[in-house]
């Protein structure tokens, strides 16, 4: 695990695309000084590993945006999500608590213990959590400068089988689940990446996990900034948990260009 790894990557499109890739799971990157407030042996953290990311989702915003008539632009987290999750509340709102997952996480998908007891959140908060927040509300900003509307499309992905710490895993769990969100998610783009997602199989609806992310600068209340996040479940592309990317891959990532190249017009 590298020691001073880069926190977040943003990856210019075109100057006309709306459209932000937001890949925030995709690493396991976690800095030295991080990994010593976890609480895992080594071979423990690197089985959580194979577990929690989303491998292989920065490859297909990739090579999706690679293949797009308009480039769209990426963000993408360069750090695990065991550091800091930047699509959780910070706060109380966020439900995810429950599990121990909040905008730090303290226990494990197998809900063991991933931090001491009464760890401190407030540094990883401040020199993590804070930044990239800031770092995406401005991106967010630059769309709608440049272009009048920001679409932000959520690439993840999700296992096979339910995991202990879902607070919602006796649901649907579809080749692809669109995760909405109530004021940010318009029915045209919800249209768009169902028929842009058909070639792959069933999409599902807020099942196994629901809503999208849109930095709170933004949320509920700028309609001009739309959401979606998109859940593909991992063994229509990789071997699992936390093994190589296959064929499906390719498939997805042109699905996912297609939903780009229809919103973006």
């Not at 020691?3 to 925030?24: C, E, F, N, R």
């Not at 909040?102 to 998908?109: K, S």
Request: proline residues 9%.
């Amino acid at each position: 695990m590298a020691d001073t790894p880069q926190s977040y990557d943003l990856l210019p499109g075109a100057g006309d695309s709306p459209v932000i890739l937001h890949v925030p799971h995709s690493s396991r990157e976690i800095p030295a000084e991080v990994r010593s407030g976890i609480v895992l042996g080594d071979a423990e953290l690197e089985r959580e590993l194979d577990h929690i990311t989303d491998a292989h989702t920065a490859e297909i915003a990739e090579a999706a945006a690679g293949a797009a008539g308009v480039t769209p632009w990426r963000f993408v987290n360069g750090l695990s999500r065991l550091v800091i999750d930047p699509e959780r509340f910070p706060d109380e709102r966020e439900e995810m608590l429950a599990s121990g997952m909040g905008a730090v996480y303290t226990r494990t998908t197998h809900k063991e213990a991933l931090r001491p007891d009464g760890f401190d959140h407030g540094p990883l908060i401040e020199r993590y959590f804070r930044p990239y927040a800031q770092a995406m509300t401005e991106a967010v900003a630059d769309r709608l400068a440049a272009t009048g509307r920001a679409v932000i499309i959520d690439v993840h992905s999700y296992p096979t089988a339910p995991l202990p710490y879902e607070l919602h895993g006796a649901g649907p769990r579809p080749p692809v689940c669109l995760g909405t969100d109530a004021f940010h998610t318009p029915p045209g783009l919800l249209d768009a990446a169902r028929e842009a997602f058909a070639p792959c199989g069933e999409t599902g609806l807020d099942s196994p996990f629901a809503g999208t992310y849109v930095p709170l600068e933004f949320y509920e209340k700028r309609a001009e900034v739309t959401a979606l996040m998109v859940e593909i479940r991992r063994d229509m592309y990789m071997a699992e948990p936390g093994g190589p990317a296959g064929p499906g891959l390719r498939d997805l990532a042109s699905a996912l260009r297609t939903l780009v190249d229809a919103v973006s017009r």
